[in-house]
């Protein structure tokens, strides 16, 4: 069975840090492209920063400079270290997995609150 856990959400005051986790567990970690995706109130889901099984990264402009995205392919687990937290990064943050093995598998986490105030 895929899991896919986030955790480190939480209440941070504008120019604060969290980091955020996925431990995934029941796919094929080590060749998945993770990614942490946001939908803040009103808006649509967005890709915010990915991870492929090189390590290659790609970011969101709006977090570019401010996120990093991390993998521990020995934890399966992949994070997201978010610094100068502005109001606007307010959402719930969702860890994504995408595994090509023949075809694409796409697994989600259950999403993490993060809350930014000015």
């Known amino acids: 069975q895929v899991q896919l856990v986030e955790s480190g959400g939480g209440l941070v005051q504008a120019g604060g840090s969290l980091r955020l986790s996925c431990a995934a567990s029941g796919i094929a970690f080590s060749i998945a492209t993770m990614a942490w995706f946001r939908q803040g109130p009103g808006k649509q889901r967005e890709l915010v920063a990915s991870?492929?099984?090189?390590?290659?990264?790609n970011y969101a402009d709006s977090v570019k400079g401010r996120f990093t995205i991390s993998r521990d392919d020995a934890k399966n687990t992949v994070y997201l270290q978010m610094d100068s937290l502005k109001p606007e990064d307010t959402a719930v943050y969702y860890c994504?997995?995408?595994?090509?093995?023949?075809?694409?598998?796409?697994?989600w986490g259950q999403g993490t609150q993060v809350t930014v105030s000015s």
């Open positions: 991870i492929d099984s090189r390590r290659n990264t």
């Open positions: 994504n997995a995408n595994v090509k093995i023949l075809r694409v598998y796409d697994y």
